[in-house]
């Protein structure tokens, strides 16, 4: 439009607010002129964003960004730290007033590999997510605003208290987190991924050993905090977590399967987000590791499992 003036009419006529587009080539910004009657013209610009890598992968996956809310795109959520206008008190009436929408699923220790991995595949499958993390920058790089990042002390209550707003179920891949959380009130579900059986807590030697014995007691502590919180949880123990690509090996679900084997980091992934579809009564405690059966229902799956852990009591 540079360079013409718009006719008289135009400003003076009656109906809804005209659009005029223009684009820059040099900055690949998008301009709109945008007039309505009575009020003086606005000139909007909209400059051209960079998709992220995530981006491009659900646009390969999904179609294009004009189809994701065909696979169920959540809409954004209200980034947390945000200013509402309401105080604690008031969010926490209104949280306990929507206590059965909660439908968000919280990822502890969103930096991990295996953390990263869980984030990618609720986000395909369309879920709310919020994630922990160390380094928003770097993760707002990674999943944009598919995921509400949030940065925080896990015995910190009041940062929990605003951190599990609308989520109903918590899947934390790494130790640590757990066991640090005085409350999980709301909260309808945990899957927990340990290492409480890896071997090689048993056979390292010194400074190695000092580090492994850390861990193993942090992986106590995260399991005896889920299992005295009176939530139902999902516990899965695994051997050594590996880096080699998923879904090529099937599993192996026998009671030594995590002292024994080990796991693809990429399936272990997968088995914490199936493990959301069954919430048990009380408790599922299994081991696992890749083997040969073979999975292709994953419900039915962990029915089995629960049910021969009852057989067992």
């Given at each position: 439009?540079?360079?013409?003036?718009?006719?008289?009419?135009?400003?003076?006529?009656?109906?809804?607010?005209?659009?005029?587009?223009?684009?820059?080539?040099?900055?690949?910004?998008?301009?709109?002129?945008?007039?309505?009657?009575?009020?003086r013209p606005l000139v909007r610009c909209l400059a051209k964003k960079k998709i992220s890598f995530v981006d491009q992968i659900l646009d390969y996956i999904e179609g294009g960004p004009k189809l994701r809310k065909?696979?169920?795109?959540?809409?954004?959520?209200?980034?947390?730290?945000?200013?509402?206008?309401?105080?604690?008190?008031?969010?926490?009436?209104?949280?306990?007033?929507?206590?059965?929408?909660?439908?968000?699923?919280?990822?502890?220790?969103?930096?991990?590999?295996?953390?990263?991995?869980?984030?990618?595949?609720?986000?395909?499958?369309?879920?709310?997510?919020?994630?922990?993390?160390?380094?928003?920058?770097?993760?707002?790089?990674?999943?944009?605003?598919?995921?509400e990042l949030t940065t925080g002390d896990a015995s910190d209550e009041r940062f929990l208290r605003k951190a599990f707003r609308g989520v109903g179920a918590i899947i934390s891949p790494t130790e640590g987190f757990l066991s640090n959380v005085?409350?999980?009130?709301?909260?309808?579900?945990?899957?927990?991924?340990?290492?409480?059986?890896?071997?090689?807590?048993?056979?390292?030697?010194?400074?190695?050993?000092?580090?492994?014995?850390?861990?193993?007691?942090?992986?106590?502590?995260?399991?005896?905090?889920?299992?005295?919180?009176?939530?139902?949880?999902?516990?899965?123990?695994?051997?050594?977590?590996?880096?080699?690509?998923?879904?090529?090996?099937?599993?192996?679900?026998?009671?030594?399967?995590?002292?024994?084997?080990?796991?693809?980091?990429?399936?272990?992934?997968?088995?914490?987000?199936?493990?959301?579809?069954?919430?048990?009564?009380?408790?599922?405690?299994?081991?696992?590791?890749?083997?040969?059966?073979?999975?292709?229902?994953?419900?039915?799956?962990?029915?089995?499992?629960?049910?021969?852990?009852?057989?067992?009591?």
């Open positions: 439009m540079a360079g013409s003036s718009l006719p008289s009419s135009l400003l003076t006529q009656g109906g809804p607010s005209l659009l005029f587009s223009s684009s820059n080539q040099v900055s690949e910004a998008k301009c709109q002129l945008v007039v309505t009657p009575g009020k065909w696979y169920g795109a959540p809409e954004l959520l209200p980034k947390d730290g945000s200013s509402s206008g309401e105080d604690d008190e008031a969010e926490e009436q209104e949280e306990d007033a929507l206590d059965g929408n909660k439908d968000t699923v919280f990822v502890t220790d969103g930096d991990s590999d295996v953390g990263q991995m869980i984030i990618l595949q609720l986000i395909v499958k369309g879920t709310r997510v919020k994630a922990l993390v160390k380094d928003k920058r770097k993760a707002m790089e990674a999943f944009g605003a598919y995921v005085k409350s999980l009130k709301g909260v309808k579900h945990v899957v927990l991924l340990s290492q409480l059986q890896l071997s090689v807590y048993e056979s390292s030697g010194g400074i190695e050993a000092m580090m492994n014995s850390k861990a193993k007691k942090l992986s106590e502590g995260d399991e005896k905090a889920v299992i005295s919180s009176n939530v139902p949880y999902t516990i899965i123990r695994t051997g050594k977590l590996e880096n080699s690509p998923g879904g090529n090996l099937g599993f192996n679900f026998s009671t030594d399967a995590a002292t024994k084997g080990s796991l693809s980091k990429e399936d272990a992934a997968r088995i914490c987000i199936n493990a959301l579809s069954v919430i048990p009564p009380t408790g599922l405690l299994f081991q696992v590791s890749n083997g040969e059966e073979a999975v292709s229902d994953w419900e039915g799956q962990l029915m089995k499992l629960m049910q021969r852990q009852n057989q067992k009591k």
